[in-house]
């Protein structure tokens, strides 16, 4: 599978009860993903047709009309001839929108479940409950869920500028539009203002919801904003933010293109109102 085109993903936590027929298994060696030489995955009737002994697998839902499941290799795994391990980093805008999101949901849900075989209020021994996503305690019955941080990504835009900002593991050059985790208590309204000044000493208003994006990095969801510039003058820290400032749409920085990525969604949003034709 290396393009799945238009087919829709259907979540689930029950595995088909029928076996043996031929799913999509993305194996994951932690975050490194066993692909094809072209960068697809197998579609095949299990790990062990591809030489693999899985600690574990999950089953994820349906693409069309095949399972979908994620399998957590040892750290010892080897890949079979024509095939080799990438982290999913290094998938980002080479694999299709398809596969890049299913390898993200797969690897999220693989990486609870290895990291919840035990309860963390009691240390007894947790088991999957049947028809949810969820692991219930053996002893004290506590039930433990995937966990998500919620993020939010902000495009913030003063007349016809927008502001852009520069994280020091950027590739030389490259900004983007700025982005924060929400804190306990707060709406995703306040943590886009609280954010905004934190890291760039801008204030903002007019908060409007513009889209979201699951992101296993290692496992958020990015809630993307517009807002309007109110004031104040741009300041950075150096640490999280080491530059940040505002840009006209025809003298733009290099910025993360493509079309997974919705710090991409925001920039090009703001340079199809602003671009001169």
Do not use: N
Not at 25 to 53: H, M, N, T
Not at 154 to 174: K, W, Y
Request: with cysteine.
């Amino acid at each position: 599978m290396s393009d799945a085109g238009p087919l829709r993903f259907v979540a689930g936590v029950d595995p088909p009860a029928e076996g043996g027929e031929a799913g999509i298994w993305l194996c994951f060696r932690r975050r490194e993903l066993l692909v094809e030489g072209d960068g697809g995955v197998p579609i095949v009737d299990g790990p062990g047709a591809l030489g693999q002994a899985p600690v574990r697998a999950q089953f994820l839902g349906h693409l069309g009309e095949h399972a979908c499941w994620s399998a957590e290799l040892p750290l010892e795994a080897q890949p079979p001839p024509g095939m080799r391990f990438r982290d999913l980093r290094a998938l980002y805008g080479s694999a299709s929108e398809t596969l890049y999101a299913l390898a993200g949901r797969a690897v999220q849900i693989m990486e609870w479940d290895r990291t919840h075989q035990f309860c963390g209020a009691c240390g007894g021994r947790t088991a999957l409950v049947r028809g949810e996503r969820a692991r219930r305690c053996d002893a004290c019955e506590l039930l433990l869920f995937p966990r998500l941080a919620p993020a939010v990504i902000v495009q913030v835009t003063r007349g016809d500028e927008i502001l852009l900002a520069r994280s020091p593991h950027f590739p030389p050059g490259f900004m983007s539009v700025p982005a924060g985790f929400v804190e306990p208590g707060e709406t995703l309204e306040e943590a886009v203002v609280r954010e905004i000044e934190e890291e760039t000493g801008i204030v903002v208003g007019d908060v409007r919801y513009f889209a979201s994006q699951p992101w296993p990095f290692p496992h958020s969801l990015m809630l993307g904003f517009t807002a309007h510039y109110v004031g104040g003058d741009v300041r950075v820290d150096g640490k999280e933010i080491e530059a940040a400032g505002f840009y006209r749409a025809e003298a733009m920085p290099p910025y993360f293109r493509g079309r997974i990525s919705i710090s991409g969604w925001l920039i090009e949003d703001f340079l199809a109102r602003h671009a001169k034709a």
